[in-house]
């Protein structure tokens, strides 16, 4: 079975400073890989998928991740960071047959300081 | 289109008490997921529900139970409530059975058990 390893429970972070979130996942198979935000009292609402083909994938609100395989990682970044990124951000896998449902990191926490 | 929507936001329950949850998903979208978030267990998959049949299931004890109507509305259910059941508890859909790559996610209901 699949699973995901987000290795900072909490990332500090200073308004306009870069910031990576890890993401490491685990599985005998290929995988489809997402990133997920939550605002407080919210939703999850998805930053952006790597299905298939290049390994950068761009999502919304400036955000960026790279799959890599060897390292079975998909570490998300962001250039430079806003108040408005503060929330919490999940890694998830799923197979990629498509047909299998998400597992969840258990998230990490952005705080962004001014 | 509007959004997947949950009902009730909130909710208080005791000990020994049933609950249903309510979750009408985006226009068109046949495929409904649950969701259980805890702190400490994170985001953990319940089932999920395609053309009113249940297509998958978690690991879950049989107090958990859901079911889908014929116009996509789906509802939870759990019997005999303890206090480990307090979450939030999130519904996601998308059009087909196949699409765990393309979930849209409700804002949650929060069940506390007291």
């Known amino acids: 079975a699949q699973s995901v390893t987000q290795l900072d429970s909490q990332v500090p972070v200073f308004e306009e400073a870069p910031v990576e979130l890890r993401c490491n996942y685990s599985s005998s198979v290929s995988v489809y890989l997402f990133w997920y935000v939550q605002y407080p009292n919210q939703g999850l609402q998805l930053l952006l998928k790597y299905l298939s083909g290049s390994t950068l994938v761009k999502g919304i609100n400036g955000f960026e991740a790279e799959f890599n395989k060897s390292q079975t990682s998909f570490h998300l970044r962001k250039p430079s960071v806003h108040i408005s990124d503060t929330a919490e951000y999940f890694c998830a896998v799923s197979l990629n047959s498509g047909n299998t449902p998400l597992v969840f990191g258990k998230g990490t926490r952005l705080s962004v300081i001014a | 289109k509007a959004g997947v929507t949950q009902t009730p936001r909130y909710l208080i329950k005791t000990r020994g008490q049933q609950v249903t949850l309510s979750c009408s998903p985006i226009s068109g979208h046949r495929s409904v997921s649950w969701y259980q978030q805890t702190p400490g267990q994170g985001l953990q998959f ?39 059941d307090s979450a939030l508890y999130l519904c996601a859909s998308s059009s087909d059975s196949y699409s765990y790559n393309e979930q849209f996610f409700g804002p949650g209901t929060r069940l506390t058990v007291l």
Do not use: D
């Open chain 2, 46 to 84: 319940l089932f999920e529900y395609f053309s009113e049949t249940q297509r998958n299931k978690g690991n879950f004890p049989g107090r958990f139970s859901g079911r889908q109507f014929s116009n996509s509305r789906s509802e939870m259910n759990v019997s005999t409530l303890e206090l480990g």
